[in-house]
């Protein structure tokens, strides 16, 4: 938009042919949509992994559980530009979003023109930028327990007794540039550490 002497930065949609642009002020782009989307992937990995193991040692019993998922898609969070009738809030986003390129990130509103993110909401949320790959490896689940020798509970005229420990969602190895969890994107409840005696 604008010249090559006074640039006018404001976001536009790439038409279905390289010199068609449309503002996000001049509403939905004419056209079939299908002809200029960008297939970014699909949003089910079409590879799953799982992997347990389980150790005996003496009395001790070891086991874990590790999943992954590859060759999928997710759409990370991008910084929540606010609307024009309330007021901007911090953002984790907001010192990439102040330095970006243009080019390859929506920025803030460059001008007086478009001062007020009225017509970015449509857009902004759905932008190829904001997706990002899905691949990661969880440990799920680890367990050890204690097997309380049959010696040492017959004198408390036990037969068994088993003392366990055991841990699920302790870590997420993730592929993306935010180091979010696919599964558990920023904005909604990360799946934390759990723990049970």
């Known amino acids: 938009m604008g010249t090559e002497e006074t640039p006018d930065w404001q976001p536009v949609i790439q038409g279905?042919?390289?010199?068609?642009?449309?503002?996000?002020?001049?509403?939905?782009?004419?056209g079939e949509p299908l002809d200029y989307m960008l297939d970014m992937g699909t949003k089910?990995?079409?590879?799953?992994?799982?992997?347990?193991?389980?150790?005996?040692?003496?009395d001790f019993d070891f086991s874990f559980?590790?999943?992954?998922?590859?060759?999928?898609?997710?759409?990370h969070h991008s910084f929540n530009y606010p609307a024009a009738d309330s007021k901007p809030l911090p953002n984790a986003r907001y010192a990439e979003v102040l330095?970006?390129?243009?080019?390859?990130?929506?920025?803030?509103?460059?001008?007086?023109?478009?001062?007020?993110?009225?017509?970015w909401f449509t857009y902004y949320p759905n932008l190829n930028y904001l997706t990002d790959k899905a691949n990661h490896v969880r440990l799920q689940e680890v367990n050890l327990s204690y097997n309380?020798?049959?010696?040492?509970?017959?004198?408390?005229?036990l037969k068994g007794l088993k003392?366990?420990?055991?841990?699920?969602?302790?870590?997420?190895?993730?592929?993306n540039k935010?180091?979010?969890?696919?599964?558990?994107p920023l904005g909604t409840m990360r799946l934390q550490p759990q723990y049970t005696f």
């Open 99 to 119: 330095n970006c390129d243009p080019m390859k990130m929506l920025p803030l509103p460059q001008n007086e023109e478009e001062s007020s993110y009225g017509s």
């Open 44 to 58: 089910v990995a079409p590879y799953t992994m799982g992997f347990s193991n389980y150790f005996k040692v003496g």
């Open 148 to 157: 309380v020798p049959e010696k040492a509970l017959a004198k408390v005229g």
């Open 178 to 184: 935010y180091d979010e969890d696919p599964e558990t």
């Open 16 to 30: 279905e042919n390289a010199d068609a642009f449309y503002a996000f002020s001049d509403g939905w782009p004419a």
């Open 65 to 75: 559980i590790i999943t992954g998922k590859f060759g999928h898609v997710f759409r």
């Open 163 to 175: 003392v366990y420990a055991q841990a699920n969602n302790l870590f997420v190895i993730t592929n």
